[in-house]
């Protein structure tokens, strides 16, 4: 008995480190959805460069431009046409019809966008600079700190964790007994 017992540790603690790793790697795994003008949406007399300006976008972040459909729309242009203007020819029509198109930034990158329609002219264009997540960082003290604190909780959670773990054990194994 006392061997099945040890046997089923290791499990436990597989599931234990399993289960931190997870916890541990969400943060990175999360990608923003960027409204683009936040309240204000896909607008007129609104500065998109003010918007976008200190805003870190990160490969696969997605843009959500929320605008009137019977007006606006959104067209994906290189940056000679960003500069001018033109939506002869976009690189993109992320026009769905609905006045909400998602695009995902899937690739490293600038990428333009702009209203066609005239709007371009009165304001209606962005420029987002697309990044790759920086690795998470290890030297910075304020995580130090953190995973100091990380360790001395799972040595503690360990204390009490273990002799669950054991209880667990001697149950299941005087549930084994009974069938
Ligand atoms: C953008 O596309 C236009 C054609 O629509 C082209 O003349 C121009 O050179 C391109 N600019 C860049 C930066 O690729
Ligand atoms: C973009 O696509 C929408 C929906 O398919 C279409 O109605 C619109 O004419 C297109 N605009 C441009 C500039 O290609
Ligand atoms: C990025 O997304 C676009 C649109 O969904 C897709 O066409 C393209 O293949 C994607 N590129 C990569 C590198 O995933
Ligand atoms: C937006 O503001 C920036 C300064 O933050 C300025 O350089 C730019 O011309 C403005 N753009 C528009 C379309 O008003």
């Not at 896909?42 to 300006?53: E, L, R």
């Not at 959104?74 to 046409?81: A, G, I, P, Q």
């Not at 371009?120 to 920086?134: R, T």
């Amino acid at each position: 008995m006392q061997r099945k017992l040890m046997e089923r540790v290791p499990n436990m603690l597989i599931i234990i480190v399993a289960c931190t790793m997870i916890l541990v790697m969400l943060p990175e795994a999360s990608a923003t959805r960027w409204t683009v003008g936040g309240n204000m949406g896909w607008n007129t007399n609104f500065n998109y460069t003010t918007w976008a300006k200190g805003k870190h976008f990160y490969k696969d972040d997605w843009l959500f431009f929320v605008y009137d459909r019977n007006q606006m729309n959104v067209l994906e242009v290189n940056k000679t046409n960003y500069e001018s203007c033109n939506s002869d020819n976009p690189l993109h029509n992320w026009t769905t019809g609905a006045g909400r198109d998602v695009v995902p930034l899937n690739v490293t990158r600038n990428y333009y966008f702009i209203s066609g329609k005239g709007f371009c002219y009165g304001g209606m264009k962005i420029a987002i600079h697309v990044q790759n997540l920086p690795p998470p960082p290890k030297a910075s003290p304020i995580i130090s700190e953190a995973t100091t604190t990380t360790t001395t909780i799972s040595s503690t959670t360990q204390i009490i964790l273990l002799p669950i773990v054991f209880a667990i054990g001697a149950t299941w194994d005087a549930f084994i007994n009974l069938c």
